[in-house]
């Protein structure tokens, strides 16, 4: 697992996007004013969108080695399924995670955040940050070539923010709205975020349990193994 | 028929589950984390389940921790509804149990019941298409093998017609080379001896003797010619009894007595094609299936039948079961209004009758 572990991060780390979005999205993204209002910073939503891309292209390495059949050798070979999928997603993991701790930095200098809001949005981030791993080998699954798949995910992926409240603060969304929205996992994100932001750490337990859930279930049919 | 990758007997169930877990997600209040967290842990075991194929006993478990559950968060036990629709038999024992336990339990609603009906009656549909596809599956199959055996008997009937003629080719060369040889060319060497006879008593040394001299070199010259048409006219290739005798000698392990009984020669090609495709599928399953210590093969041409009968003490468990040489062998024996019996009694036994035809000779 080790073996591969290295070797996805040398692969990952090899694309210059990688490094484009560990590096420049973050500042980018801290850079976007506050609402006048007293709600959460957009930027701290907004970066929920960031990691859902940057998972979904790290993990181009994934379907990329099933387009050109890599994944056909590596079955014939002593290593197990677990061990590549493992290694592959603590790498991804790894990346995200500097990622996080980038945006936090950032953030703690361009707004003041308490220590505790600190602490749990980076949690939910990091959270967050597994759930999108998870639903992009899910996403892949469904996919021969990377072009279509990106293709299509960036309309998903954006709906999923706009409605999950990302793009748009979850105080503007009706309830109505809100009954039908429950079902995507990036509600969730931008609620615990909400809820933190404003100090009710509540119902924080309850929403990272609901991420993880949503993350078992994705890797639970991400991680098959297809050729 | 082209089947329907998205929506078959098989995908179905997934189907009526997403759809009974929405029916669940509208009837308790989602946007309670504590309610969706149930939800979607529900969800997500749910895909484990099947992605780990965990067994299905699995189910009581669920349903004595969404019975605690359900003191908690009232409609808790709804969820063990969805569940019922990936099973991969009736879950009778498992609905009859949801539907009795609730009594026990207060809060419980009419959505419970109806919402176990409409499962039970979907469960229920689900499990009659599946019968059905996995017969016509089964019937499909069926049909494909006995195609794919009609194919290769016709192959085989073929290669044997094939065989047959070109056998049948060389049965008329050898009897024309013998009719050569037997009538005209005895007829000539008698002509030939008679008209030597003849020059030596005459000795006369005129012209008619000139004319006798040259038919008399015709005559040899004729002679000459017949025999060679003789030798290339006979079939180099051995067939037919020599073919037998042949294959008979050849086998050492071991060494298998010999009997032949009546006129041989009056076999038609076609029958010693097959009693040679016999002998030789028989001998090469002895040395390839058994190891006996003797091997009896007895030939009999009679007035009506054609008979071989191989015999042989090696019989071990593997020649229970008739393989492809057998069944080829039986229905080659078959083509030919012939019969194949076998028998297994302390010897391996195998009697092939033909009928016998009239030769064309």
């Known amino acids: 697992m080790m073996v591969v572990y290295s070797l996805a991060l040398k692969r990952a780390i090899k694309q210059k996007i990688t490094l484009v979005m560990v590096m420049l999205f973050p500042v980018i993204i801290i850079l976007i004013p506050p609402f006048p209002y007293n709600i959460i910073p957009f930027s701290f939503t907004i970066y929920g969108l960031v990691i859902m891309f940057t998972a979904f292209i790290l993990t181009k390495q994934v379907l990329d080695d099933r387009a050109q059949k890599t994944i056909v050798r590596i079955a014939a070979s002593p290593l197990n399924h677990y061990a590549y999928v493992g290694g592959h997603v603590s790498a991804y993991m790894s990346i995200l995670l500097v990622q996080v701790v980038f945006f936090m930095l950032l953030a703690v200098f361009r707004f003041s955040v308490s220590p505790q809001f600190f602490l749990v949005s980076s949690l939910i981030y990091i959270v967050f940050a597994l759930m999108s791993i998870a639903f992009s080998l899910f996403w892949h699954l469904f996919f021969k070539s990377y072009a279509t798949s990106i293709a299509v995910y960036s309309v998903v992926a954006n709906i999923m923010a706009l409605a999950g409240g990302l793009t748009v603060p979850l105080e503007m969304f009706p309830e109505r709205v809100k009954d039908v929205v429950v079902v995507l996992p990036t509600y969730w994100f931008a609620y615990s975020l909400d809820a933190s932001y404003n100090g009710t750490y509540t119902n924080i337990g309850y929403t990272l349990a609901i991420l993880a859930a949503f993350t078992i279930g994705f890797f639970a049919i991400g991680s098959k193994r297809s050729f | 028929m082209q089947k329907n990758r998205y929506l078959s007997e098989k995908t179905f169930p997934y189907y009526t589950q997403g759809l009974s877990y929405l029916m669940v997600l509208y009837s308790l209040s989602p946007q309670s984390p504590a309610v969706f967290l149930l939800i979607i842990s529900s969800i997500s075991f749910n895909i484990v389940k099947w992605r780990f194929k965990l067994p299905s006993t699995i189910f ?259 020649t229970n079961n008739a393989g492809h040489g057998l069944r080829f062998m039986r229905r080659r024996i078959e083509a030919l209004n012939g019969m194949v019996s076998i028998t297994k009694t302390n010897w391996f036994t195998i009697i092939v009758t033909l009928p016998r035809e009239e030769h064309d000779a």
């Open chain 2, 60 to 318: 009581y478990l669920e349903f004595v921790v969404l019975i605690i559950l359900e003191t908690f968060i009232p409609g808790s036990l709804l969820l063990i509804i969805p569940p019922l629709f990936i099973f991969k038999r009736w879950p009778v024992p498992e609905a009859a149990l949801i539907a009795f336990v609730p009594f026990l339990i207060q809060n419980v609603t009419f959505q419970y019941y109806l919402f176990l009906g409409i499962a039970l009656f979907a469960v229920t549909f689900q499990l009659l298409w599946k019968n059905d596809a996995e017969q016509a599956e089964l019937n499909n199959d069926r049909l494909r093998k006995r195609l794919y055996l009609q194919e290769g008997r016709m192959d085989t009937l073929l290669n044997d017609q094939q065989e047959i003629s070109r056998l049948a080719a060389l049965h008329e060369r050898d009897r024309i080379a013998q009719k050569l040889h037997d009538d005209l060319g005895h007829e000539l060497t008698g002509a030939h001896l008679s008209l030597k006879a003849y020059k030596t008593i005459v000795n006369r040394n005129d012209s008619v003797m000139e004319a006798f001299d040259k038919g008399f070199e015709r005559l040899e010259r004729s002679l000459q010619a017949l025999r060679q048409t003789v030798e290339a006219t006979r079939p180099l290739e051995s067939f037919g009894f020599e073919t037998f005798k042949n294959m008979v000698d050849q086998f050492e392990s071991p060494r298998p007595v010999l009997e032949v009984k009546g006129n041989v020669w009056s076999i038609t090609p076609k029958a010693w094609y097959a009693v040679n495709s016999v002998l030789k599928e028989a001998l090469t399953n002895i040395t390839k299936h058994a190891s006996p210590d003797e091997v009896h093969i007895r030939l009999e041409q009679t007035d009506a039948i054609t008979q071989l009968k191989i015999s042989n003490d090696g019989l071990t468990s593997q």
